[in-house]
């Protein structure tokens, strides 16, 4: 029995293979932590959205909680820019608009609009 000699080209090749399929899983990873970031930060404007409906604007005391919860959910740079802080009739529209950042990087933007049933 004989042994064959190696091709150290097959060894190099197969090692970057592995690196590449190393590089390419870290980056799905931290993808989707920001989309899991981007969906709680969805859900939070929604719960808000909906106490808006009720008083027709967004009060200080929920204002606050809203910054709060964005906070721990990671949010930096927070803007409430359009947001109806007035007191909105019935049927009136509202909005609540949120600027911000995600991981120091990523920009976004969730706007969401309603009318006011209080």
């Not at 042994?3 to 150290?8: F, L, Q, Y």
């Not at 799905?28 to 981007?38: E, F, G, H, R, T």
């Not at 927070?78 to 950042?101: E, K, V, W």
């Amino acid at each position: 029995m004989t042994r064959e000699r190696g091709d150290i080209g097959d060894l190099l090749a197969t090692g970057l293979c592995i690196l590449a399929m190393t590089a390419i899983m870290f980056t799905y990873m931290d993808n989707v932590s920001l989309i899991a970031q981007k969906m709680e930060v969805s859900q939070i404007a929604r719960k808000y959205i909906l106490r808006m409906e009720t008083v027709g604007m967004l009060t200080d005391e929920d204002r606050a909680g809203l910054c709060e919860e964005l906070a721990a959910a990671g949010v930096t740079g927070l803007r409430l820019d359009g947001t109806t802080f007035a007191q909105a009739g019935y049927g009136q529209p509202i909005i609540l608009q949120l600027q911000g950042s995600l991981k120091e990087d990523y920009g976004f933007t969730e706007k969401r609009v309603s009318t006011a049933k209080h």
